[in-house]
């Protein structure tokens, strides 16, 4: 695909660029944090969380379709790449940090070849529950995974939920009561300034007012080697170095699994987050020149230190919500970050780690959405498995295979609900006048016509459950033997499906019924014709929209039985004392003259 220059350029104009430098700004203030405790999280240096939030961030905005994505790191991917890389080498060494920019160059490839084939759409088929399930389940582990950190007590690792807790009470009485101070007040900053000082970034707040904590109580008891505070130390520069990869077959083969897992993650995320605040913006999002995005900035970030990015929703929504109006915010946002950590990176050099393990507390508990999760477990069990399913397999299986496992569910999920076309009862719009159809499943139905809305498609792979539906309808209703199916939401049909609508109206037929086809669309008419179905069904028994369907089918039922009936379905049907009238003319009676 050609790559032009995005569609939000053309909004940029003198009001967009005080809107978006404000934007970045605000933007700016939480992304600092953030990146450094995600880096945390993914093994790696503080450090790098910044050198992902510059080039990866620029690329990603530059290129992609989304006026207000902001991309990055995040915590997901971060716990992934940490998920993946841990067991392989000691987390922050040389060879680490080596293996994760692979990692990151192949998630980069991947995205960029799914753009570049056009399978952007690939993303509808993975529903939004695998990741509210996978994100549940990764904040359940970083705050595990921190709770050493938090507390002062001697380091466990691990990217597995057992692994990470079962050493952890046994150190607790290790604990470290001024780290913990530390830590415990951190969370504290936190939640008071998000209840408090809702315009102000919660985390900023948090960072700053455990770093002064820390910092008076080095100076009231003699210093960090009593207090045996540790800090994350004294920082590389800002700018973000040139890396190089690994470029062995060894080493791309060993994390082959980990990156297809996390670029399909990383562009879920991604495109999901871009099409929600879509819907607000009134933005059209192209899925296609996303993926291309995504990969270009990983692919970016690989040989400039940074580690896999996405979309951070989180960011992208105070973005939104700051007034930013095109691209350009995120690439303020990024410019900012390098001002502020060249100005201040001396400082960091004081930041505690339980400080740090304290705001990734707070990341974990704002990344369980409770009301999502509700929400889902009300509406439909079959997105609260996926949930569920997601969520256990991030808790107690390896990352990679949480996601295989919330992306196959959202796949059988898909196939089963698109194998299993529900016909619906319906009845014709009671107003005398209308020619179309509502579905109606109270009021009774005419014992000699059932009338369903087919809402799927006539394909081969749900031939078996639409020939199963049809056969109890027979059963259920043995008098109906005329069958009127709405067409409307069918929009593809194959052989197998043209075959069983005309074998349908063969059995009918022998009963005495037919078949009636209501607004068929143009290219299941075209599929009928040419396989013959549709001189089996009659073309007379296919009725446009508009036209009057109820009325004709009405016409041919048996007037014997419209004699008899009393369900009164349709607005058409003969009165009661016509078809009297009618059935004693036929035997050769009238009633007396009053």
Not at 383 to 405: C, M
Not at 469 to 483: K, V
Not at 490 to 499: F, K, L, Q, S, T
Request: overall charge neutral; hydrophobic content about 50%.
């Amino acid at each position: 695909m050609a790559l032009t220059l995005p569609g939000w350029m053309s909004y940029v104009d003198r009001r967009s660029l005080r809107a978006d430098a404000l934007a970045g700004l605000v933007g700016a203030a939480i992304l600092l944090p953030q990146a450094m405790a995600y880096a945390v999280i993914a093994g790696l240096p503080p450090i790098y969380g910044i050198y992902c939030a510059l080039v990866p961030t620029i690329v990603a905005a530059a290129l992609g379709s989304s006026r207000h994505l902001v991309s990055g790191p995040t915590a997901a991917i971060s716990i992934v790449v940490f998920a993946a890389v841990a067991p392989l080498e000691a987390p922050g060494t040389d060879r680490y940090v080596m293996l994760v920019l692979t990692l990151t160059l192949m998630v980069g490839v991947i995205q960029l070849g799914f753009g570049l084939m056009r399978l952007g759409a690939l993303v509808n088929f993975v529903s939004d529950s695998v990741i509210v399930g996978f994100t549940t389940g990764a904040a359940v582990l970083i705050a595990a995974s921190q709770l050493n950190n938090l507390l002062g007590t001697p380091a466990a690792t691990g990217g597995n939920l057992a692994t990470v807790l079962s050493t952890f009470p046994a150190r607790v009485l290790e604990m470290n009561p001024f780290a913990a101070a530390v830590g415990v007040a951190t969370l504290l900053f936190g939640i008071a300034a998000k209840k408090w000082l809702p315009k102000v970034p919660y985390i900023l707040v948090a960072m700053i007012g455990g770093t002064l904590l820390s910092v008076l109580i080095n100076l009231i008891f003699g210093g960090s080697g009593r207090t045996a505070i540790k800090t994350i130390g004294t920082v590389d520069s800002a700018l973000p170095p040139l890396s190089f990869p690994a470029m062995d077959i060894a080493s791309w083969s060993t994390l082959a699994s980990s990156a297809f897992a996390i670029a399909v993650l990383g562009l879920t995320e991604a495109v999901s987050i871009a099409r929600s605040i879509a819907l607000r913006s009134g933005q059209v999002i192209d899925g296609d020149r996303e993926f291309v995005a995504q990969g270009l900035s990983n692919i970016a970030g690989a040989f400039t230190s940074g580690y896999a990015s996405s979309g951070s929703f989180t960011r992208s929504g105070l973005n939104y919500e700051s007034g930013a109006r095109t691209g350009l915010a995120s690439i303020f946002s990024s410019v900012c970050v390098l001002l502020i950590s060249l100005l201040i990176s001396p400082v960091f050099a004081y930041l505690p780690i339980a400080c740090i393990a304290g705001i990734l507390m707070l990341v974990a508990w704002g990344l369980i959405d409770l009301k999502q999760i509700r929400a889902r477990a009300q509406a439909s069990r079959d997105e609260a498995w996926i949930v569920g399913a997601t969520l256990a397999a991030t808790l107690i299986a390896n990352l990679e295979f949480a996601i295989y496992v919330g992306v196959m569910l959202s796949l059988a999920l898909y196939l089963n609900r698109t194998v299993k076309p529900p016909l619906v009862r319906a009845m014709p719009a009671p107003l005398p006048g209308t020619y179309h159809f509502i579905r109606d499943v109270q009021h009774s139905e005419c014992p000699q016509l059932a009338i369903r809305y087919l809402d799927g498609s006539l394909f081969f792979a749900a031939i078996a459950h639409i020939r199963r539906e049809f056969g109890r309808i027979r059963r259920e209703r043995p008098g109906a033997n005329h069958l009127l199916v709405l067409c409307s939401g069918v929009n593809h049909c194959d052989v197998a499906g043209a075959e069983l609508i005309s074998d349908e109206a063969r059995q009918r037929r022998a009963a005495g019924g037919d078949v009636y086809l209501h607004y068929v669309k143009a290219p299941v008419l075209r599929m009928l014709a040419s396989t013959g179905s549709l001189d089996a069904i009659g073309k007379s028994n296919v009725f446009d929209i508009g036209a009057a369907t109820i009325e004709s089918v009405v016409e041919r039922l048996d007037p014997r039985v419209c004699a008899q009936c009393t369900v009164r379905s349709f607005h058409c049907c003969p009165p009661l004392e016509d078809a009297d009238d009618d059935e004693q003319a036929a035997s050769g009676t009238t009633q007396p003259e009053p």
